[in-house]
């Protein structure tokens, strides 16, 4: 029993994080596929309100385009595990390009959303008001990042393609040995703006996002519970057989 309360109390401990309320306006797709294998679907919900410059260049780049150039058939160039993936880049395609609706770069906003938790999507910068055309979506909560990098917009479906991401294998630098490419981007009808809240974080797409860790890290614990168990049980013995032959 100590041991599944501090289980459970980890648990819980683990997924005390900020609650907040977002106010998503618009919403964008990313169909994915790792070596020409299709995994599935992220929906990104937008700050329009919050972010509106970043959020109208972002919704142009994954419909319209620029120059013919949309986000579709571009990749994702930068995967780090517990951090970030890193894409957009419509430009050059290695993560050294840069270009926007506003023109090359432009500048940076404060949505009043920081980086508490995975799934948020922010601009990619080389630098103070640097923003262009590349993105990074996070995978853990990334504090450090907060006021560098212009939060807007969080992932609200499609949580386990996001981590799929993540566990693809990478060579020295980062980038994905299997291609990580969005095959189609595009925007879903939304009517009428509405609120997302933690609870947190879609609590249950992100359980079963992260089920395999989990599980393994439970197994282990079991396993050592298990252990200890049997060395209690050892001990008993050997301190009954003890008392037996004190009484002799």
């Known amino acids: 029993m100590k041991l599944l309360f501090i289980i459970l109390s980890t648990v ?56 013919g150039r949309t986000y579709a058939g571009s990749k994702f160039h930068r995967v780090i595990k ?23 770069y432009f500048d940076d906003e404060d949505s009043g959303y920081n980086h508490i938790g995975p799934g948020f999507i922010s601009m990619a910068n080389a630098g103070k008001n640097t923003n262009g055309c590349q993105f990074f979506i996070t995978t853990v909560a990334t504090p450090w990042l907060d006021g560098i990098h212009t939060v807007f917009g969080k992932v609200i479906k499609g949580q386990d393609v996001l981590f799929k991401i993540e566990q693809t294998k990478t060579d020295v630098n980062d980038a994905p040995i299997s291609p990580v490419v969005i095959l189609k981007s595009g925007k879903l009808p939304t009517t009428t703006p509405f609120f997302i809240s933690e609870d947190p974080y879609d609590a249950w797409a992100w359980i079963k996002a992260t089920f395999i860790p989990l599980s393994f890290s439970f197994s282990i614990l079991g396993f050592f519970h298990w252990v200890m168990k049997q060395l209690d049980s050892s001990c008993l013995k050997l301190q009954e057989t003890e008392k037996l032959f004190k009484q002799d």
């Open 12 to 67: 819980i401990a683990y997924s005390n994080v900020q609650a907040s309320t977002y106010k998503i306006t618009d919403q964008v797709y990313f169909d994915i596929m790792i070596d020409d294998y299709p995994i599935g679907r992220i929906v990104i919900g937008l700050f329009g309100d919050a972010a509106p410059k970043t959020v109208k260049n972002f919704l142009t780049i994954a419909t319209e385009g620029i120059n």
């Open 82 to 104: 517990k951090f970030m993936i890193q894409g957009g880049d419509i430009d050059k395609g290695d993560g050294s390009g840069s270009i926007s609706i506003y023109g090359k």
